[in-house]
């Protein structure tokens, strides 16, 4: 079996795989991860990943239509020799077939890569890579504090930098679940800090934004707390700016089945165990989403998701004035439930 456990992935990613490796599959959930895995994959592997004879681009569904494409592509000889990547993309249809042939076949100074989707344990071109001796196959989940830690320090230290250990541990909280979105804020978090040796607190609190959060937390923070006033003041100031209320119900909606999940994976565990496990929650929320935690029931919670999802529906068969209270009138329902629940 060629399948990689999760946690070694980074280290055989440093190392490079086997020579006898012709095929490398990257599935998983994290899509944002898959791609980033794939592109390292395929362009580490040749001399200039911007020559297009070098590393060539193949879209799944092409290959479903032309089963020895794949195999072509990979014993062609590039013009000025070389090695030579193939780096498939997405597809909605099987081309396992196409990947089968090129394990079949005698490949040399080429590497494919595979990139697919969040693929099941039966799928075709799962079951072809894991039981091949020529693949491999590697999973891709969301990033968990070892693999943030080390994707922050990579990242920064291409440009040039070194984070502090505090900053880390607040950037890190900060991230989401999603590869790309998690490069992005470092990168972006890198260039405001350009011309600096080392990157500190003060940085990553200018710079970097909750990728899970939105404009609303406080509107929905407050409601999910049990703090009526409060909702009222910002309910107002953001239907006075132009924000649609179904906008404001979907927020709340997520926010929701987000402590849902949490309260029920976290069952027998202390608010403050749940919220260290909130991947994305930022670090200057964590105080009042423990709070939400310990005073919402999976119960509760099930029937707030209830209301909201109903609120939404009638929001979107509603003239503009008639949604906004719906929207209103719900979110303070589900405050005045918070309230209740204090204690």
Not at 103 to 131: F, M, N, Q, W, Y
Not at 173 to 188: N, P, Y
Not at 211 to 238: H, K, M, P, Q, W
């Amino acid at each position: 079996m060629t399948a990689v456990k999760a946690g070694d992935i980074e280290a055989l990613l440093r190392r490079g795989p086997a020579s006898q490796v012709a095929v490398i599959l990257v599935y998983g959930p994290d899509t944002g991860l898959v791609f980033e895995r794939a592109k390292r994959l395929a362009e580490s592997f040749v001399t200039d990943p911007s020559d297009p004879f070098a590393l060539v681009k193949i879209e799944g569904d092409v290959l479903a239509s032309d089963v020895g494409r794949l195999v072509d592509e990979a014993s062609t000889v590039g013009l000025f020799g070389g090695q030579r990547s193939i780096w498939v993309r997405p597809g909605s249809r099987n081309y396992a077939p196409a990947v089968d042939a090129a394990l079949k076949a005698e490949i040399a100074g080429a590497r494919i890569v595979v990139e697919a989707g969040d693929l099941a344990k039966s799928a075709p071109l799962r079951t072809l890579c894991e039981k091949s001796t020529r693949a491999l196959a590697l999973p891709c989940y969301a990033d968990d504090e070892r693999t943030l830690a080390d994707l922050i320090d990579r990242t920064l230290q291409d440009s040039g930098l070194r984070i502090a250990r505090e900053a880390r541990d607040v950037l890190a909280m900060s991230l989401g679940g999603d590869r790309r979105a998690s490069l992005s804020e470092i990168e972006k978090l890198a260039l405001y800090a350009q011309g600096q040796s080392e990157v500190g607190l003060d940085d990553v609190e200018a710079v970097v934004s909750d990728v899970a959060g939105s404009v609303l937390n406080t509107l929905i923070d407050a409601a999910f707390v049990g703090r009526s006033e409060e909702v009222e003041r910002d309910y107002r100031r953001f239907r006075h700016e132009g924000m649609d209320p179904s906008v404001m119900l979907g927020s709340a909606l997520r926010h929701a089945l987000t402590l849902l999940s949490t309260r029920v994976a976290g069952e027998g565990q202390s608010p403050s165990m749940m919220v260290g496990n909130w991947r994305g929650l930022h670090f200057r929320r964590k105080t009042i989403v423990e709070a939400q935690l310990g005073r919402w029931s999976p119960v509760a919670l099930r029937h707030a998701v209830q209301l909201l999802q109903e609120a939404v529906l009638a929001c979107r068969r509603s003239q503009p004035d008639l949604a906004h209270a719906h929207a209103s009138a719900t979110l303070l329902r589900i405050a005045t439930e918070a309230a209740r629940r204090r204690g």
